[in-house]
């Protein structure tokens, strides 16, 4: 079945480090591929995504790039801040007409200043 | 209301009640989802609700798990004689017709905690 795997937490970073929290998934036939984030004390929300193979989701300085030779979307940012720190999920849609989706189980991040 | 709203944000109950945890879309958003987020796990789907459509139940892990959604509108997640493993946060959520995944937005969520 489909599943999405994320490296596991906490990931503990300075300011302006560089961040990458691994996402592997298995799944049948061509999902699409997202990133959400859970700030403190607020909702899950959509941080970017990406529909088909080699594409890039990018959004408030954060990148992933789709590698279906990897089964890979692993979430970047070149310079951290404080205020990224949140626990973010990756996760995957088998189907595009749909808000069905897998999960990993979730990394959280946190930025010392 | 300008998100999805969930209520209670938190509730205490004993082992074996039922408890009863509602969400209010987005108005006008005619998709609507529950998740469940249990302690040191990812998200696990329960039940969508699309339109006039049958909802898709695929998720919910036991009999005990029921939810409806009156005149398009309102959802009712139920938990009947609740155990302790079923202690986690509930989210709702929901999406415009024809956006899918694409615009999916999420309540803050109920924290139900079963003594």
């Known amino acids: 079945g489909n599943s999405v795997t994320q490296m596991e937490g906490p990931v503990t970073l300075s300011e302006e480090a560089f961040l990458t929290i691994n996402c592997t998934y298995t799944?049948?036939?061509?999902?699409?591929l997202f990133w959400y984030v859970q700030y403190p004390g607020e909702g899950l929300q959509l941080l970017l995504k990406?529909?088909?193979?080699?594409d890039k989701g990018s959004n408030k300085g954060f990148e992933a790039t789709y590698r279906k030779e990897t089964t890979s979307f692993h979430l970047e940012k070149g310079s951290v801040q404080v205020s990224d720190s949140a626990v973010y999920f990756c996760?995957?849609?088998?189907?595009?007409?749909?808000?069905?989706?897998?999960f990993g189980q979730g990394t959280t991040l946190q930025v010392k200043p | 209301g300008a998100g999805v709203s969930q209520s209670p944000s938190n509730k205490v109950t004993e082992k074996g009640k039922d408890v009863e945890l509602r969400c209010d879309p987005i108005?006008?958003?005619?998709?609507l989802y529950w998740y469940r987020q249990s302690l040191g796990q990812g998200l696990e789907f329960l039940i969508y609700?699309?339109?006039?459509?049958?909802?898709?139940k695929s998720g919910l892990p036991s009999d005990r798990f029921s939810a409806e959604r009156t005149g398009g509108s309102v959802s009712t997640l139920t938990i009947q004689r609740t155990q302790q493993e079923d202690s986690a946060v509930y989210l709702c959520?929901?999406?415009?017709?024809?956006?899918?995944?694409?615009?999916?937005?999420f309540g803050s969520g109920t924290q139900l905690s079963v003594l």
């Open positions: 959520a929901s999406s415009p017709e024809g956006f899918g995944n694409e615009k999916l937005f």
């Open positions: 799944a049948t036939g061509y999902p699409s």
């Open positions: 990406a529909t088909k193979a080699d």
């Open positions: 996760a995957l849609s088998a189907s595009s007409n749909t808000g069905k989706l897998i």
């Open positions: 108005s006008g958003h005619t998709a």
């Open positions: 609700f699309q339109g006039n459509s049958a909802p898709d």
